[in-house]
């Protein structure tokens, strides 16, 4: 009986408090727009949108002008080769070579490139030293696995002509049906088709072709340079762009392909009431104020898109660094006489096209989520583990100016008893800008304020970003120079824009030496000033340049290898990224810790190395909620580590609203409070009671918590599934609970949050998709479908550590509490993954995995872990941390009598006993039970017969 219900619940922590402020009002900003493209101010969207128009008014008059040349087809060892001819004319047709391959891990993956500039047998234009070819190396970047080729697909012999279908995936459930002219793919999985290629005739590629001179029949002028905003685009191979129309029949909610500030099921983009005029657009920026529900860009992208329909989740990840723009618009079934089998449904046309580059495509068949985020994440790598501080809370501003004020924040949050973990520094603690240096008037004791920190296993993260000062005596600049390592313009010398320290040069991190280089500025003789607790925030690698085209660099810029800044904007933050990473690896030799990373750029890919931030996010009640959807469309496009700024970066927020932002916050993945420097301080211990004492407990929940969040980081790190999940990721066969958004589960704790997102609210609404019990968090009110911001569902076990610490850190021996919901069966189970949270010996057995498993009145402990060589050594180490306590929320009536249970732990010869008190509650509370200092190893495999 899946029944759907909402449940409203009134808000009493808050409640008394939030109802009498008068509310102070930030005065709304909006971006510039005049800064940014429109897709008609951009030559390559404004064509290929035009040509889709063109292709739907012809109707079936017109066929698309590719087709597959049977007598090219080759199929072997799970690859199809072939080529595809576009008709340009009577006598031209233009070459273009296409792969397709399927994968062991059942993902197909179809590439198609252009002969004649994979053979360099084209002109550049404008004396550039651009590469000929199509830009081919985004998967250098993007990639680390999962290309095996399938053994067991095969052609499949019961074919008609005109078509070429191969068999693949587990079980060959799958199926790909290449239609030769004009080309298309179905990929169908038990005999239903779920994603279709140029089905409705969108391919085009821009073949190479010679400039003419005089009049054109097609309008040419942004064909060999492009102008806007007073910036002019020289484009040295002409016209390249190439796009494609996928179609998900049956499907009508699509997500993904982040960033963008906007709702988690992506709206139409052609008009119409409550859709979108514009494409979602990827092309990676540094957007000033940016405005919310818009498919405007921001500062990251992943071109990854999962379609989902009643069990059944699907998606496609379009491999291209170059700037992409994305249209969706949705049918009825009935309006679309090829969507056999899917009558009455709603059908989700996607239609992708990027300015240069290859059609480069990933389809993923699922059927479910969790399918989805595996196969993704072979291919493009899973969640680092990260350092156990840095899933712990991070206080940030723009800035902490001197290194007495650093030490005296840290102070006043033991003062407050408020934990914290991580203290950062925007820009102002360098010298004059310069990246490696410290200002000597301000901060001349970074290494005293790094102990200081240290002292209670506090870490210091400082802002480090790819533009270097152009400043004559200034080392680090003239070393990049001196060794040739500077991005460079189209003229082949360094590039020179302006970023924070005015004039500046960029590292190229394409160039294996520049790779080299930035590493050896991170030894501790190099970057002076630094212990081994000081981390790494990497900015404005989009990368933002205040006086270039749209804030950032031009794109005929030349990488290393001469590919044009076109082809790779997108995948140029991660570059930094990777190359910072390799940096902090190792910066001593023989003392290697996990990196941490925040990064605000990036790509498919960033998640194997860094955490993320929504940007510069705005003080409004609007802002703290498209928060959620931004998190959450993060972690189901791969890059679940993620956060927005706390309190909102531009301006001052009102009291409440700094309270609801941290009880929101606690919820991100990345858990970061920051400011802009002209807003007032608002340090936590600086707001009054009881705002303050709120904020405390919202973040001792956090730290209480912990231990449910490193064991979901490990799960993403091992799986890809996100850490925080969207409903119907939990819930994939509940149709009304695709769309929200505005509530998630923190891993598969069975905890289900609705965070109040305005203001002066009293009361909340949860979304309920299943018939289990669900319990208050606090007090273990029942809730069959009402009310509360934080929910337990019955049937898991929560691992806590509740004893409050000044930081992370000083957790680290503590013993754990477990709660224990007993679902409608009386039955429960959890994980739990413990390791040092700061080496890789884990990766070597030094690690605590274990099943709790609750049923027939029996809680047991079973090991989930392997072992390998560093496995006893780490358990020694372990041994002394126990389960203080568990807590058994709604134990059969029978219990009431239970005055002990009968604790069996390995190694120990005879059963112990332990005290068990019962608790009845009245007014909807559940009983339950506490079971206290069982005094059960948390490395131990034991039972406990109640
Ligand atoms: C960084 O990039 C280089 C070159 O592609 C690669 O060998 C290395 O493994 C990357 N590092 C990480 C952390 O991904």
Not at 399 to 402: A, Q, R
Not at 678 to 687: A, F, K, N, V
Not at 719 to 722: D, E, I, L
Not at 836 to 841: K, M, R
């Given at each position: 009986m899946a029944k759907s219900r909402l449940a409203s619940i009134r808000?009493?922590?808050l409640l008394s408090l939030v109802i009498l402020l008068g509310c102070l009002v930030v005065p709304g900003l909006t971006v510039k727009h005049e800064n940014f493209k429109k897709c008609s101010q951009s030559g390559f969207c404004k064509r290929n949108r035009a040509f889709a128009d063109d292709v739907s008014a012809k109707g079936s008059s017109w066929s698309s002008p590719y087709e597959l040349d049977p007598s090219s087809i080759e199929f072997k060892d799970g690859k199809l080769q072939g080529t595809i001819l576009k008709t340009v004319s009577a006598n031209e047709k233009v070459r273009l070579p296409l792969v397709v391959s399927f994968l062991e891990s059942g993902v197909a993956r179809v590439v198609i490139d252009e002969e004649k500039r994979l053979k360099g047998d084209i002109e550049i234009r404008h004396?550039?030293?651009?590469?000929?070819?199509?830009?081919?190396?985004a998967e250098k970047w993007a990639l680390v696995g999962g290309l095996e080729l399938s053994k067991s697909a095969s052609l499949n012999p019961d074919t008609e002509t005109g078509f070429t279908k191969v068999l693949y995936g587990p079980d060959k459930k799958f199926q790909a049906v290449i239609h030769h002219a004009p080309f298309n793919v179905e990929f169908q999985m038990d005999g239903h088709t779920h994603v279709q290629f140029n089905n409705k005739g969108y391919m085009n590629m821009e073949h190479w072709r010679p400039k003419v001179d005089?009049?054109?029949?097609?309008?040419?002028?942004?064909?060999w340079e492009e102008t806007f905003g007073g910036n002019t685009d020289s484009k040295p191979r002409g016209p390249e762009s190439v796009g494609l129309d996928i179609t998900f029949p049956g499907y009508a909610h699509v997500f993904g392909?982040?960033?963008?500030?906007?709702?988690?099921?992506l709206r139409e983009t052609?008009?119409?009431?409550?859709?979108?005029?514009e494409p979602y657009r990827m092309h990676n920026s540094d957007v000033f104020e940016y405005e919310l529900n818009s498919p405007m860009t921001l500062y990251g992208s992943i071109p990854f898109m999962q379609a989902h329909r009643k069990d059944s989740t699907v998606g496609v990840f379009?491999?291209?660094?170059?700037?992409t723009w994305v249209d969706i618009v949705k049918s009825t079934a009935?309006?679309?006489?090829?969507?056999?089998?899917?009558?009455?449904k709603t059908t989700t046309q996607s239609h992708w096209f990027s300015e240069s580059g290859q059609i480069d495509v990933f389809v993923f068949l699922g059927p479910t989520p969790q399918d989805i985020s595996k196969t993704y994440g072979e291919l493009t790598g899973y969640t680092q583990l990260p350092q156990?501080?840095?899933i712990a809370y991070h206080q940030c501003r723009w800035?902490?100016?001197?290194d007495e004020d650093v030490k005296e924040v840290d102070v006043k949050f033991d003062r407050y008893q408020i934990p914290y973990d991580v203290i950062w520094l925007d820009i102002e603690y360098l010298d004059d800008r310069q990246?490696?240096?410290?200002?000597p008037l301000t901060f001349p004791n970074p290494k005293g304020m790094e102990e200081q920190l240290d002292a209670s296993d506090r870490k210091l993260v400082v802002i480090i970003d790819p533009h270097i000062k152009d400043k004559d005596g200034y080392w680090v600049v003239k070393e990049m120079l001196n060794k040739d390592l500077a991005t460079k313009n189209k003229d082949g010398e360094v590039y020179e824009g302006w970023c924070w320290p005015g004039a500046s040069h960029w590292v190229d991190c394409f160039n294996p030496e520049a790779i080299k280089w930035w590493t050896s500025l991170f030894k501790y003789d190099r970057f002076k000033?630094?212990?081994?607790n000081v981390f790494i925030w990497n900015d404005?690698?989009?990368?933002?340049?205040?006086?270039?085209p749209e804030t950032t660099m031009p794109k005929d810029n030349l990488h290393y290898g001469n590919w044009e800044h076109r082809d790779i904007h997108n995948v140029h933050g991660i570059t930094l990224v990777n190359a910072t990473y390799d940096a902090l690896?190792?910066?001593?030799?023989?003392?290697?810790r996990r990196p941490f990373i925040l990064t605000r750029s990036y790509y498919a890919g960033a998640q194997r190395m860094s955490a993320m931030w929504t940007g510069d996010?705005?003080?409004t009640w609007e802002h703290l909620a498209i928060s959620l959807p931004m998190v959450l469309n993060n972690g189901i496009s791969g890059f679940p580590f993620a956060g927005a700024d706390v309190g909102g970066f531009f301006h001052n927020p009102s009291k409440e609203l700094l309270t609801r932002w941290y009880q929101a916050g606690i919820?991100?993945?990345f858990f970061r409070a920051h400011a802009h420097i002209?807003?007032?301080?608002?340090?936590?211990?600086?707001?009054s009671d009881p705002y303050r004492a709120i904020i405390s407990q919202a973040i001792r929940l956090r730290y209480q918590l912990l231990p449910a969040w490193y064991t979901a980081f490990h799960e993403a790190s091992v799986?890809?599934?996100?850490i925080v999940r969207p409903q119907y990721y939990v819930h994939?066969?509940?149709?009304?609970?695709?769309?929200?958004?505005?509530q998630l589960y923190l891993g598969a704790t069975g905890l289900l949050t609705k965070p109040v997102v305005s203001e002066g609210a009293t009361t909340a609404d949860v979304y309920i998709a299943d018939g289990e019990k669900y319990y208050d968090?606090?007090?273990?009110?029942?809730y069959q479908a009402q009310k509360v911001p934080l929910l337990m569902q019955g049937g898991h076990i929560i691992p806590r550590k509740d004893r409050p610490r000044r930081s992370s850190g000083l957790m680290k021996w503590d013993p754990f509490t477990l709660v224990i919901t007993l679902d409608k069966n009386g039955e429960a189970e959890g994980t739990l993954y413990v390791d040092?949270?700061?080496?890789?010996?884990y990766q070597r057995g030094a690690y605590i995995h274990r099943r709790f498993h609750f049923q027939a009145s029996t809680l047991s402990s079973e090991d989930l872990g392997t072992k390998g060589p560093k496995t006893a050594e780490y358990l020694k180490t372990m041994a002394?941390?126990?389960?203080?306590k568990m807590i058994v929320i709604?134990?059969?009536?029978?219990?009431?009598?239970?005055k002990s249970a009968t604790v069996i732990e390995e190694g120990t010869r005879t059963a112990s006993t332990v005290s068990v008190e019962y608790f009845s509650q009245t007014g909807g509370k559940a009983p339950y039970v506490v079971v206290k200092?069982?005094?059960?190893?948390?490395g131990k495999t034991w039972k406990i017969e109640f």
């Open positions: 808000w009493t922590l004396n550039s030293r651009a590469r000929k070819e199509r830009y081919n190396e005089g009049d054109t029949e097609e309008d040419q002028s942004t064909w392909i982040p960033e963008h500030a906007d709702a988690l099921s052609r008009g119409g009431s409550g859709n979108h005029e379009w491999l291209n660094a170059a700037e009935s309006a679309n006489p090829l969507s056999l089998g899917v009558g009455g156990h501080f840095a800035n902490y100016v001197t990246y490696f240096t410290w200002d000033g630094t212990l081994p404005m690698n989009e990368p933002s340049v205040f006086n270039g690896l190792e910066r001593k030799k023989g003392e290697i996010n705005q003080a919820w991100y993945p002209d807003t007032r301080r608002r340090e936590p211990y600086l707001i799986n890809g599934t996100p994939p066969s509940d149709e009304q609970g695709f769309a929200i958004d505005d968090y606090f007090d273990y009110t029942i040092d949270g700061e080496t890789f010996d002394g941390v126990r389960v203080e709604d134990p059969p009536k029978e219990w009431q009598e239970k200092n069982p005094n059960v190893g948390i």
